[in-house]
Protein backbone atom coordinates (compact mmCIF):
# COMPACT_ATOMS: atom_id res chain seq x y z
CA UNK A 1 0.00 0.00 0.00
CA UNK A 2 1.77 3.30 -0.78
CA UNK A 3 1.38 5.67 1.98
CA UNK A 4 0.75 9.77 1.37
CA UNK A 5 3.65 11.87 2.02
CA UNK A 6 2.82 14.32 4.67
CA UNK A 7 5.62 16.08 6.03
CA UNK A 8 5.38 17.27 9.93
CA UNK A 9 8.45 19.55 11.76
CA UNK A 10 10.65 18.16 8.70
CA UNK A 11 9.80 14.56 9.30
CA UNK A 12 8.09 12.65 6.24
CA UNK A 13 5.38 10.43 8.03
CA UNK A 14 4.67 8.03 5.50
CA UNK A 15 8.49 6.67 6.42
CA UNK A 16 7.25 6.58 9.82
CA UNK A 17 8.10 3.23 11.43
CA UNK A 18 5.71 1.07 13.30
CA UNK A 19 6.49 -0.78 16.70
CA UNK A 20 5.14 -4.10 17.31
CA UNK A 21 4.45 -4.90 21.24
CA UNK A 22 6.79 -7.53 21.09
CA UNK A 23 9.63 -4.74 20.12
CA UNK A 24 8.05 -2.22 22.53
CA UNK A 25 8.82 -4.54 25.46
CA UNK A 26 12.23 -5.56 24.80
CA UNK A 27 12.81 -2.04 24.01
CA UNK A 28 11.66 -0.69 27.82
CA UNK A 29 13.23 -3.63 28.93
CA UNK A 30 16.28 -2.22 27.88
CA UNK A 31 15.87 1.33 28.90
CA UNK A 32 14.56 0.46 32.20
CA UNK A 33 17.67 -1.52 32.89
CA UNK A 34 19.60 2.38 32.01
CA UNK A 35 20.61 1.90 28.18
CA UNK A 36 19.15 5.09 27.45
CA UNK A 37 20.34 5.33 23.94
CA UNK A 38 17.32 3.02 22.93
CA UNK A 39 15.03 6.14 23.84
CA UNK A 40 15.10 7.89 20.18
CA UNK A 41 14.07 4.27 18.91
CA UNK A 42 10.77 4.66 21.28
CA UNK A 43 10.08 7.85 20.19
CA UNK A 44 10.76 7.40 16.33
CA UNK A 45 8.45 3.91 17.20
CA UNK A 46 5.50 6.07 18.63
CA UNK A 47 5.48 9.12 16.38
CA UNK A 48 2.58 7.21 13.97
CA UNK A 49 0.33 7.29 17.60
CA UNK A 50 1.18 11.14 17.89
CA UNK A 51 0.36 11.78 14.48
CA UNK A 52 -3.17 10.13 15.36
CA UNK A 53 -3.93 12.04 17.94
CA UNK A 54 -2.91 14.98 16.57
CA UNK A 55 -5.84 14.40 13.69
CA UNK A 56 -7.97 14.75 16.14
CA UNK A 57 -7.50 18.32 16.81
CA UNK A 58 -8.10 19.41 13.58
CA UNK A 59 -9.74 22.42 12.97
CA UNK A 60 -8.93 24.38 16.03
CA UNK A 61 -7.25 27.02 14.40
CA UNK A 62 -3.71 25.61 15.22
CA UNK A 63 -0.77 24.61 13.18
CA UNK A 64 -0.51 20.59 12.63
CA UNK A 65 3.54 21.20 12.95
CA UNK A 66 3.00 23.16 16.26
CA UNK A 67 0.39 20.30 17.69
CA UNK A 68 2.54 17.42 16.63
CA UNK A 69 5.86 19.11 18.69
CA UNK A 70 3.14 19.36 21.53
CA UNK A 71 1.84 15.73 21.37
CA UNK A 72 6.03 14.26 20.78
CA UNK A 73 6.50 16.37 24.38
CA UNK A 74 3.48 14.21 25.94
CA UNK A 75 5.21 11.26 24.17
CA UNK A 76 8.41 11.67 25.47
CA UNK A 77 6.70 12.13 29.15
CA UNK A 78 5.27 9.07 28.92
CA UNK A 79 8.00 7.50 27.76
CA UNK A 80 10.26 8.26 31.23
CA UNK A 81 7.46 7.59 33.29
CA UNK A 82 6.12 3.98 31.86
CA UNK A 83 6.91 1.29 34.00
CA UNK A 84 6.02 -2.56 32.75
CA UNK A 85 4.70 -3.61 35.84
CA UNK A 86 2.02 -1.57 34.77
CA UNK A 87 0.62 -4.43 32.94
CA UNK A 88 -0.91 -2.35 29.99
CA UNK A 89 0.20 -1.62 26.59
CA UNK A 90 2.23 2.17 26.34
CA UNK A 91 -0.34 2.86 23.98
CA UNK A 92 -2.76 2.32 26.50
CA UNK A 93 -0.06 4.63 29.02
CA UNK A 94 0.59 7.35 26.51
CA UNK A 95 -2.72 8.31 24.57
CA UNK A 96 -4.42 9.99 27.87
CA UNK A 97 -0.89 11.60 28.14
CA UNK A 98 -0.51 13.15 25.02
CA UNK A 99 -3.56 14.22 24.74
CA UNK A 100 -3.50 15.98 28.17
CA UNK A 101 -0.54 17.42 26.98
CA UNK A 102 -2.35 19.02 23.64
CA UNK A 103 -5.72 19.80 25.39
CA UNK A 104 -2.69 21.88 27.72
CA UNK A 105 -1.63 23.61 25.22
CA UNK A 106 -4.84 24.64 23.70
CA UNK A 107 -5.96 25.74 26.82
CA UNK A 108 -3.18 27.80 27.59
CA UNK A 109 -3.12 29.89 24.19
CA UNK A 110 -6.75 29.41 23.36
CA UNK A 111 -8.57 30.05 26.80
CA UNK A 112 -12.29 28.11 26.85
CA UNK A 113 -14.06 29.40 29.93
CA UNK A 114 -16.60 27.14 31.38
CA UNK A 115 -19.77 29.54 31.57
CA UNK A 116 -20.70 31.01 34.54
CA UNK A 117 -24.46 29.80 34.43
CA UNK A 118 -22.37 26.18 34.57
CA UNK A 119 -20.05 27.17 37.71
CA UNK A 120 -23.25 28.98 39.10
CA UNK A 121 -25.17 25.39 39.29
CA UNK A 122 -22.07 23.63 39.70
CA UNK A 123 -21.44 25.15 43.13
CA UNK A 124 -25.00 24.92 44.13
CA UNK A 125 -25.37 21.62 43.59
CA UNK A 126 -21.60 21.05 45.94
CA UNK A 127 -23.33 23.49 48.56
CA UNK A 128 -26.81 21.28 48.58
CA UNK A 129 -25.06 18.14 48.34
CA UNK A 130 -22.75 19.17 51.50
CA UNK A 131 -25.76 19.76 53.47
CA UNK A 132 -27.34 17.12 52.27
CA UNK A 133 -24.67 14.93 53.46
CA UNK A 134 -24.81 16.85 56.82
CA UNK A 135 -28.60 16.12 56.67
CA UNK A 136 -28.83 12.47 56.17
CA UNK A 137 -25.40 11.16 56.86
CA UNK A 138 -25.39 10.06 52.89
CA UNK A 139 -24.46 11.35 49.68
CA UNK A 140 -27.55 12.63 47.77
CA UNK A 141 -28.05 11.32 44.33
CA UNK A 142 -28.64 13.46 41.15
CA UNK A 143 -32.25 12.86 41.16
CA UNK A 144 -32.09 14.54 44.69
CA UNK A 145 -30.13 17.51 44.14
CA UNK A 146 -32.26 18.25 40.92
CA UNK A 147 -35.54 18.43 43.64
CA UNK A 148 -33.25 20.66 46.10
CA UNK A 149 -32.19 22.98 43.44
CA UNK A 150 -35.22 22.47 40.94
CA UNK A 151 -32.75 22.25 38.07
CA UNK A 152 -32.93 19.33 35.24
CA UNK A 153 -30.30 16.70 36.65
CA UNK A 154 -28.98 16.18 33.12
CA UNK A 155 -28.17 20.10 33.72
CA UNK A 156 -26.49 19.31 37.57
CA UNK A 157 -24.78 16.78 35.38
CA UNK A 158 -23.08 18.70 32.99
CA UNK A 159 -22.50 21.46 34.74
CA UNK A 160 -20.26 19.41 37.42
CA UNK A 161 -18.30 17.59 34.55
CA UNK A 162 -17.51 21.07 33.05
CA UNK A 163 -15.46 22.40 36.06
CA UNK A 164 -13.79 18.86 36.46
CA UNK A 165 -9.89 19.09 36.58
CA UNK A 166 -8.29 16.14 34.33
CA UNK A 167 -7.41 13.81 36.90
CA UNK A 168 -3.70 12.37 36.38
CA UNK A 169 -2.80 8.43 35.96
CA UNK A 170 0.05 8.90 38.43
CA UNK A 171 -2.67 10.11 40.94
CA UNK A 172 -2.47 7.94 44.19
CA UNK A 173 -5.80 6.64 44.93
CA UNK A 174 -4.89 4.53 47.96
CA UNK A 175 -2.21 4.21 50.45
CA UNK A 176 -2.16 2.16 53.90
CA UNK A 177 1.54 3.74 54.88
CA UNK A 178 3.23 1.29 52.57
CA UNK A 179 3.78 1.38 48.83
CA UNK A 180 0.82 3.89 46.73
CA UNK A 181 -2.09 2.15 44.56
CA UNK A 182 -2.12 4.70 41.27
CA UNK A 183 -4.58 5.47 38.97
CA UNK A 184 -2.75 3.84 36.45
CA UNK A 185 -2.73 0.63 38.49
CA UNK A 186 -6.49 -0.26 38.27
CA UNK A 187 -6.06 0.39 34.37
CA UNK A 188 -5.87 -2.93 32.00
CA UNK A 189 -6.37 -3.37 28.36
CA UNK A 190 -6.83 -6.63 27.88
CA UNK A 191 -10.57 -6.15 26.15
CA UNK A 192 -9.63 -2.86 24.65
CA UNK A 193 -7.74 -2.38 21.43
CA UNK A 194 -5.76 0.75 20.91
CA UNK A 195 -8.28 1.93 18.76
CA UNK A 196 -11.00 1.84 20.98
CA UNK A 197 -8.80 3.53 23.49
CA UNK A 198 -8.10 6.82 21.38
CA UNK A 199 -12.04 6.55 19.59
CA UNK A 200 -13.35 6.65 23.88
CA UNK A 201 -11.32 9.74 24.16
CA UNK A 202 -11.72 11.20 21.08
CA UNK A 203 -15.81 10.81 21.34
CA UNK A 204 -15.41 12.57 25.08
CA UNK A 205 -13.26 15.53 23.14
CA UNK A 206 -15.89 16.10 20.93
CA UNK A 207 -18.58 15.65 23.63
CA UNK A 208 -17.79 18.57 25.13
CA UNK A 209 -16.85 21.05 21.97
CA UNK A 210 -20.97 20.82 21.45
CA UNK A 211 -23.23 23.33 22.24
CA UNK A 212 -25.30 23.47 25.75
CA UNK A 213 -28.30 22.23 23.47
CA UNK A 214 -26.72 19.73 21.56
CA UNK A 215 -25.37 18.33 24.96
CA UNK A 216 -28.65 18.06 26.39
CA UNK A 217 -30.13 16.15 23.69
CA UNK A 218 -27.54 13.82 23.62
CA UNK A 219 -27.52 13.40 27.30
CA UNK A 220 -30.96 12.44 27.21
CA UNK A 221 -31.50 10.36 24.21
CA UNK A 222 -27.84 8.40 25.67
CA UNK A 223 -28.01 8.11 29.48
CA UNK A 224 -31.88 9.02 30.21
CA UNK A 225 -32.88 6.81 27.34
CA UNK A 226 -35.67 9.68 26.64
CA UNK A 227 -37.59 9.82 23.22
CA UNK A 228 -37.23 13.29 20.91
CA UNK A 229 -40.88 14.01 21.19
CA UNK A 230 -40.01 13.55 24.95
CA UNK A 231 -37.07 15.94 24.75
CA UNK A 232 -38.90 18.01 22.20
CA UNK A 233 -41.52 18.48 24.86
CA UNK A 234 -39.21 19.16 27.66
CA UNK A 235 -36.99 22.07 25.62
CA UNK A 236 -40.07 23.97 23.82
CA UNK A 237 -38.62 22.18 20.44
CA UNK A 238 -40.47 20.71 17.88
CA UNK A 239 -39.26 16.68 17.08
CA UNK A 240 -37.93 17.32 14.08
CA UNK A 241 -35.68 20.26 15.43
CA UNK A 242 -34.95 17.96 18.08
CA UNK A 243 -34.34 15.30 15.28
CA UNK A 244 -31.87 17.84 12.91
CA UNK A 245 -29.93 19.14 16.59
CA UNK A 246 -29.39 15.17 17.22
CA UNK A 247 -28.22 14.48 13.93
CA UNK A 248 -25.89 17.47 13.48
CA UNK A 249 -24.11 16.90 17.01
CA UNK A 250 -23.67 13.31 16.13
CA UNK A 251 -22.28 14.33 12.91
CA UNK A 252 -20.04 16.52 14.57
CA UNK A 253 -18.43 13.99 16.76
CA UNK A 254 -18.62 11.44 13.41
CA UNK A 255 -16.00 14.00 11.83
CA UNK A 256 -14.07 14.31 14.72
CA UNK A 257 -13.43 10.32 14.67
CA UNK A 258 -12.85 10.59 10.81
CA UNK A 259 -10.98 13.72 9.89
CA UNK A 260 -10.99 14.60 5.92
Same mark, same amino acid.
Given at each position: ?????? /???????????? $???????????? $??????????????? +??????????????????????????????? %???????? %? &??????????????????? &????????????????????????????? +?????? #?????????????? /???????????????????????????????????????????????????????????? *???? $??????????????????? $???? *?????????????? +? *?? +? #??
Amino acid at each position: MTRTKV /ELCGIDTSKLPL $LTHEEMKALFIR $LQAGEDSVKDELVMG +NLRLVLSLVQRFAYRGEQADDLFQVGCIGLI %KSIENFDL %K &HNVRFSTYAVPMIIGEIKR &HLRDHHSVRVSRSLRDIAYKAMKAKEQYI +NEHLEE #PTLEDLSKILEIPV /EDILLSLDAIQDPVSLQEPIFSDGGDAIYMMDQLCDNDVSEDQWVTYFTVKESFQNLDSR *QKKI $LTKRIYFGATQTEIATDLG $LSQA *QISRLEKSALSTIQ +N *QL +N #PK
